[in-house]
């Protein structure tokens, strides 16, 4: 357990563990012995316990959504601390706390590396709502997220529709293309091609986050040069820059669970999943987003009752969820008055 304090908005985060100690049945019919949930919160449980922020991490990020969302999280701020308790929990499957690969195998006394079982979006929800019991919660007044994390927030707001008041996702969608599952086989092929994989993986996901204008605006170089390129090296920077941070069996995870999603799987159909879904929803696209591109978002609003649907306009792709929070704010604050 530990406490962080950040100054630019006063507030403090909590970081613990919850020990599960029975027996978890995974989607795929393997199960884990038990579990490791690692979480970070800001801010206080009201007395209702009700005042929840439940916040889905994306593929390769962590529970201290402070670090990896700048200027969400803090007093006056949309996430605000004085009047919110905040939540985020580590995914099922990655390498930051959580039970994953990293993880020892009870069975064999070495980590489970690559015999990690194959996990689903379902599963990673149902971790969360293990730790919702735990930490006793009664309602969730938003529960958002973008990319993988915002695939958690639509199985959840399915599953468990009469928890959540409020639901936001973005840049996502209600099942993986087979456009998002071509470039995760892509990453895995350089993963399990042998030394590089990792950084070799994602140069391969930088594509797929940004964009063509992007690339060409930033990145190219003067007329004159022959070799290292600004676009190479930029590729190789952001490669080596995911190997200091992450694991590589996570990586595979974690883009296999990203796969598996579809809401309409033993639900007759996905719009049939998503009417079931009560929460008063928010659904932004990104214009430029070539992974998760808008029509994505609109079919998920078409097919959510009372869904409102919001576009942005950013140069930055698919990361524009993580880099328009500006713009984030300002939708959540005039169409969920948060």
Not at 51 to 78: D, F, K, Q
Not at 158 to 166: A, E, G, S
């Amino acid at each position: 357990m530990a406490l962080s304090f950040i100054k630019e908005r006063a507030f403090f985060m909590h970081s613990a563990k919850y020990i599960y100690q029975q027996k978890f049945d995974l989607e795929c019919g393997r199960s884990l012995p038990g579990l490791t949930i690692a979480y970070s919160s800001y801010g206080k449980l009201n007395e209702n316990r009700d005042n929840v922020i439940y916040v889905c991490h994306a593929l390769t990020a962590n529970s201290e959504v402070a670090e990896w969302w700048p200027h969400m999280v803090g007093e006056g701020l949309v996430f605000d601390t004085n009047r919110y308790f905040i939540v985020c929990a580590n995914v099922l499957g990655s390498c930051y706390g959580t039970t994953g690969p990293g993880s020892i195998n009870p069975e064999t006394n070495e980590p489970y590396s690559h015999n990690f079982p194959l996990i689903t979006i379902r599963d990673i929800v149902r971790t969360h709502q293990l730790l919702v019991q735990h930490l006793a919660i009664k309602g969730i007044q938003l529960i958002c997220g973008g990319s993988l994390g915002g695939q958690q927030v639509i199985e959840w707001s399915v599953m468990q529709p009469d928890l959540i008041n409020n639901a936001f996702f973005i840049a996502t969608n209600a099942r993986h293309s087979a456009w998002g599952i071509a470039f995760n086989e892509a990453q895995r092929m350089a993963l399990m091609a042998g030394e590089g994989g990792l950084e070799a993986a994602r140069a391969i996901a930088m594509l797929s986050y940004r964009n063509y204008n992007m690339y060409d605006n930033t990145q190219t170089d003067d007329v004159e040069k022959l070799e290292d390129f600004r676009a190479a090296t930029y590729q190789r920077y952001q490669g080596q820059k995911l190997k200091n941070r992450f694991d590589a069996d996570s990586y595979l995870t974690l883009s296999k669970a990203m796969d598996t999603h579809h809401v309409g799987r033993g639900r007759n159909s996905v719009q049939e999943a998503l009417a079931k879904i009560k929460a008063k929803t928010l659904v932004v696209g990104i214009s430029s987003d070539i992974l998760f591109p808008v029509s994505e978002q609109k079919f998920l609003a078409d097919n959510i009752s009372g869904a409102v649907y919001r576009e942005i306009d950013s140069p930055y792709g698919h990361d524009g969820f993580l880099i328009e929070t500006g713009q984030i704010t300002e939708l959540l604050r005039k169409e969920l008055s948060i």
